[in-house]
């Protein structure tokens, strides 16, 4: 089964960007829908940004124009560029198929933390 390990999330000041990387162990290609969810203390997952086998890209209202979502199936990876972060953007980052039925079991996550 294909695992999935997120990385390159920290602390930075509102304003900032970072660029999370979702690596997975197997191939992505079968999986057509990819996203990245996040998870803030006390509220639910929720999906930020998905992206097809064919790069047609989907983004919640309130990252859209700030967050770029990528994917490389030759390295089996998965990107997202978050920039002009915000400190209502602090959660951890996971990425998974979408919807998220039948998937890869969960990565540990990538905390993001912005500061005001």
């Known amino acids: 089964q294909v695992q999935l390990v997120e990385s390159g999330g920290g602390l930075v000041q509102a304003g900032g960007s970072l660029r999370l990387s979702c690596a997975a162990s197997?191939?992505?290609?079968?999986?057509?829908?990819m996203g990245w969810y996040r998870q803030a203390p006390g509220k639910q997952r929720e999906l930020v940004a998905s992206?097809?086998?064919?790069?047609?890209?989907y983004y919640v209202s309130s990252v859209k124009g700030r967050f770029t979502i990528s994917r490389d199936n030759v390295k089996n990876t998965v990107y997202l560029q978050m920039n002009s972060l915000k400190p209502e953007d602090t959660a951890v980052y996971y990425c998974?198929?979408?919807?998220?039925?039948?998937?890869?079991?969960w990565g540990q996550g990538t905390q993001v933390t912005v500061s005001s």
């Open positions: 992206i097809t086998r064919s790069d047609s890209t």
């Open positions: 197997g191939s992505i290609f079968s999986i057509n829908v």
């Open positions: 998974n198929k979408v919807p998220p039925i039948s998937a890869p079991r």
